[in-house]
């Protein structure tokens, strides 16, 4: 096998696994914006370092739309490979709560990164800092700057993993689109994924309920259900009962629908059995906390989104227990929201994410219009996307 020159642009998780794949057949180089590879990696490990799940075959694909884009790549690099790797770099794993797979405890992100680069360093891989994506040139070659010089970059094949437009601290800004839509490749504008939602919440919500949870609740929208904890905020609502059913409220907004979403505050309960706790009793609204076992920031919540009938008669009032109502305005903005979708279309895409227009170009990781929730599925197709694309350069240099 020729040694080829193969040039990965973006230091995020789906290049540095390219680079992990390549680097002991061919010449890697990675050229990243920041002044260190993988800042969103170590941002994301701040909230809860999950780095993949236990979800395999159906119930792992299921979680990601556009259903069957990513298939292929998650099933030849699934959440099993993903741990025999980790442990390869020297960072053993356990499965924690819901199936999410975390280093084991006291590892901290910093260390998985700095074992990663180690590695990649040792097997010849070289990292140009501070050099950020700033165009093509006439011959199609990426130009990156690097203290007001221009460089052309030249190589056999180039792999880019730019991210996309969520948390813009770490340098993923989606800004990059403009330059691929400048050489005739489609994209779409970038929008929020597994954010929060805005809830206009009147003032007394805002000074006396925010930064308080909603637990063991079930949100519904447009026959989406999802269960979970649900945090208050100023503007609205967050947590992992919430990002689920991100995209059936964004599916709705985008088409200028009225949204409202349908609290079930007691998901263990049927009507019946909440009606049974008042039958034969004389109940006014003060016993409600007693009788269906709600507390001061839940009664909060259902009286500001019912009205005054229905919230003072017992009966009607199980029934908004079960259904309450709320209207949401928008979700929160893409620098607000965990991961986005948008970014290079995957009618664009070869199966191993190559550009159909330019073969040997690759997109990889977020900057890539592909969906899923969180819990260690987001980094899980970011490495399947960069094992496909170094698998499939590899193989077409066997041919």
């Keep these: 096998m020729a040694r080829k020159r193969i040039i990965i642009v973006g230091g995020g998780p789906a290049g540095l696994m390219a680079a992990y794949k390549l680097c002991l057949s061919h010449e890697v180089h990675i050229y990243d914006k920041e002044k260190n590879v993988g800042q969103k990696f170590l941002l994301a490990g701040k909230g809860g370092f999950n780095l993949t799940n236990i979800a395999r075959n159906e119930e792992l694909t299921g979680k990601y739309s556009p259903p069957g884009f990513l298939t292929d790549s998650l099933l030849n690099f699934d959440t099993v490979e993903i741990r025999h790797w980790l442990a390869e770099l020297g960072i053993p794993t356990y499965t924690g709560s819901s199936g999410r797979v975390f280093p084991e405890k006291g590892i901290?992100?910093?260390?998985?990164?700095?074992?990663?680069?180690?590695?990649?360093?040792?097997?010849?891989?070289?990292?140009?800092?501070?050099?950020?994506?700033?165009?093509?040139?006439?011959?199609?070659?990426?130009?990156?700057?690097?203290?007001?010089?221009?460089?052309?970059?030249?190589?056999?094949?180039?792999?880019?993993?730019?991210?996309?437009?969520?948390?813009?601290?770490?340098?993923?800004?989606?800004?990059?689109?403009?330059?691929?839509?400048?050489?005739?490749?489609?994209?779409?504008?970038?929008?929020?994924?597994?954010?929060?939602?805005?809830?206009?919440?009147?003032?007394?919500?805002?000074?006396?309920?925010?930064?308080?949870?909603?637990?063991?609740?079930?949100?519904?929208?447009?026959?989406?259900?999802?269960?979970?904890?649900?945090?208050?905020?100023?503007?609205?609502?967050?947590?992992?009962?919430?990002?689920?059913?991100?995209?059936?409220?964004?599916?709705?907004?985008?088409?200028?629908?009225?949204?409202?979403?349908?609290?079930?505050?007691?998901?263990?309960?049927?009507?019946?059995?909440?009606?049974?706790?008042?039958?034969?009793?004389?109940?006014?609204?003060?016993?409600?906390?007693?009788?269906?076992?709600l507390n001061p920031t839940q009664l909060a919540v259902i009286k500001a989104f019912s009205s005054k009938e229905s919230y003072l008669s017992p009966t009607l009032f199980i029934s908004i227990i079960k259904k309450l109502p709320v209207p949401v305005i928008s979700l929160r903005p893409v620098e607000k929201a965990i991961s986005t979708v948008g970014g290079i279309r995957t009618e664009d895409l070869n199966n191993d994410f190559s550009l159909r227009k330019y073969p040997h170009f690759f997109t990889i990781g977020e900057m890539v219009d592909w969906d899923a929730p969180t819990g260690g599925f987001l980094l899980q197709a970011s490495f399947s996307m960069g094992n496909q694309a170094a698998c499939s350069i590899l193989k077409r240099e066997q041919v």
């Design 108 to 293: 901290k992100p910093a260390e998985v990164l700095r074992n990663l680069k180690n590695r990649l360093s040792e097997n010849g891989v070289l990292f140009h800092l501070q050099h950020e994506f700033i165009e093509f040139n006439s011959k199609l070659n990426p130009v990156v700057l690097f203290r007001d010089e221009k460089t052309v970059l030249k190589a056999d094949f180039y792999i880019f993993s730019l991210g996309g437009a969520s948390w813009p601290i770490t340098g993923s800004t989606g800004s990059w689109r403009t330059i691929f839509e400048s050489i005739g490749i489609g994209t779409s504008p970038f929008q929020s994924s597994n954010c929060g939602i805005t809830v206009p919440w009147p003032d007394t919500i805002k000074k006396n309920h925010a930064g308080k949870p909603l637990k063991n609740i079930r949100l519904s929208i447009d026959g989406k259900e999802s269960k979970g904890e649900a945090m208050i905020t100023e503007t609205g609502l967050e947590g992992n009962a919430v990002y689920p059913i991100v995209p059936e409220i964004r599916n709705l907004l985008n088409q200028n629908i009225p949204v409202q979403l349908l609290i079930d505050f007691k998901p263990f309960n049927t009507e019946e059995q909440l009606a049974g706790k008042i039958r034969d009793k004389s109940i006014l609204s003060k016993d409600y906390a007693e009788v269906f076992h």
